[in-house]
């Protein structure tokens, strides 16, 4: 018994160029802006009422607002640097836990274990962006206390391929 396994199309193939901006390698993510509420000041209703509930300004885009490229990128670097490891309850793992560094020497040594903690953990958690360069330092600043610098350029994977830089200084 033969089958027949002849396709018809209909209409015209795409163009190469309605191709490309209708797909990507990578897509655009959106999250969670962070922190969820703002500052107590851009909410508006009576904090020790407990029969009307916050309400929170339109200037701030909802309890649940939306973020996406940069600003989500910057929110999730933020709660990462945060983060101790073993603070999150289903991601133990997650975090850096840097502050065990600060009463260290501050040497090439400790530079190079900071380094790698940091890039390790990004490339397991945020593969949405690629680390270009990665700086960490002591600050010339305050020289008797122990304040560590750590400046991250790096690169969104999606349609924008922006580049923007953050620098986090820990003390």
Same mark, same amino acid.
């Given at each position: 018994?033969?089958?027949?396994?002849?396709?018809?199309?209909?209409?015209?193939?795409?163009?190469?160029?309605?191709?490309?901006?209708?797909?990507?390698?990578?897509?655009?993510?959106?999250?969670?802006?962070?922190? !969820? +509420?703002?500052?107590?000041?851009? +909410? #508006?209703?009576?904090?020790?009422?407990?029969?009307?509930? *916050?309400?929170?300004?339109?200037?701030?885009?909802?309890?649940?607002?939306?973020?996406?490229? =940069?600003?989500?990128?910057?929110?999730? *670097?933020?709660?990462?640097?945060?983060?101790?490891?073993?603070?999150? =309850?289903?991601? @133990?793992?997650?975090?850096?836990?840097?502050?065990?560094?600060?009463?260290?020497?501050?040497?090439? #040594? #400790?530079?190079? !274990?900071?380094?790698?903690? /940091?890039?390790?953990?990004?490339?397991?958690?945020?593969?949405?962006?690629?680390? +270009?360069?990665?700086?960490?330092?002591?600050? @010339?600043?305050?020289? &008797?206390?122990?304040?560590?610098?750590?400046?991250? #350029?790096?690169? /969104?994977?999606?349609?924008? !391929?922006?580049?923007? &830089?953050?620098?986090?200084?820990?003390?």
């Amino acid at each position: 018994m033969a089958t027949t396994t002849t396709h018809t199309k209909y209409g015209s193939a795409l163009s190469p160029s309605v191709k490309l901006s209708n797909s990507s390698k990578y897509k655009q993510r959106k999250g969670l802006a962070y922190p !969820l +509420i703002g500052e107590l000041t851009t +909410i #508006t209703g009576d904090i020790t009422s407990a029969n009307e509930p *916050l309400k929170n300004t339109k200037s701030q885009g909802g309890y649940f607002s939306k973020s996406q490229g =940069v600003s989500l990128i910057r929110n999730n *670097l933020r709660q990462l640097f945060l983060c101790e490891k073993g603070e999150r =309850v289903m991601l @133990p793992n997650y975090g850096l836990s840097l502050n065990r560094y600060l009463f260290e020497p501050l040497d090439e #040594t #400790t530079f190079y !274990l900071v380094k790698t903690d /940091i890039l390790s953990t990004i490339a397991k958690y945020y593969p949405i962006v690629d680390v +270009i360069k990665l700086k960490v330092f002591k600050s @010339p600043k305050l020289q &008797d206390e122990h304040h560590l610098i750590v400046q991250l #350029t790096l690169q /969104i994977l999606d349609k924008s !391929l922006e580049i923007f &830089d953050v620098e986090v200084t820990l003390s």
